[in-house]
């Protein structure tokens, strides 16, 4: 499945607001893997006025009333240009196999605005589902401290898991997979319903 561009409500006395708080075409991002494998999911924060630099603290997700939660493993920042909307493993891989150029989130200084010559900021969140079937999230909420004062934006980019018995027949996987097809239209209905109520 394709995300729609990372969505905000962002505290009203932010100095910054991250891109489209009014919630309309937010997307959902999914991947199927073995049972207990771990997937990354992108978060854009592409943010504004430009001029503010800003760290970010911490950050949880946003549970999909109806569905499970999967773990949150953790947050880094991408450090590239093309950016994977999902990617295998936490840190992500690449398809080879090898890992994206990432930074922690400690330390790390980012700053708003767009600049044509360089790509938005992206986090990339790990998640993990113990249990085989469906996980699914809402989004993202980031915590971050401008100054002295810390600040919190939900991120409304849904993402979901799906998990897969190791070894399957191929008739078990095509229905695995319908499985995943239906699971991920219930999902990206449901985020539907969640941005609109």
């Not at 505290?11 to 997307?27: E, V």
């Not at 113990?130 to 004062?149: C, F, N, P, W």
């Amino acid at each position: 499945m394709v995300a729609g561009p990372a969505l905000t409500a962002c505290a009203a006395s932010s100095p910054i607001t991250f891109a489209s708080s009014d919630g309309h075409g937010a997307g959902i991002a999914g991947l199927g893997v073995q049972r207990g494998r771990a997937v990354s999911y992108a978060a854009i924060l592409a943010s504004r006025p430009a001029g503010y630099s800003y760290k970010v603290t911490d950050a949880g997700l946003i549970p999909l009333p109806g569905f499970r939660t999967p773990h949150l493993l953790g947050t880094v920042f991408l450090r590239i240009s093309g950016v994977p909307l999902q990617a295998r493993g936490y840190p992500p891989l690449r398809s080879d196999g090898t890992r994206y150029p990432v930074r922690a989130l400690a330390g790390y200084t980012a700053r708003s605005g767009a600049r044509p010559y360089k790509p938005e900021l992206v986090l990339m969140y790990g998640l993990r589902g113990d249990h085989l079937g469906g996980y699914a999230v809402a989004g993202i909420k980031v915590t971050y401290r401008i100054g002295q004062h810390s600040y919190a934006v939900d991120l409304y980019q849904g993402a979901v898991l799906f998990n897969y018995p190791k070894h399957e027949t191929r008739a078990e996987h095509r229905r695995d997979q319908a499985r995943y097809e239906r699971f991920t239209d219930m999902a990206a209905t449901a985020l539907a319903k969640l941005l609109n109520a």
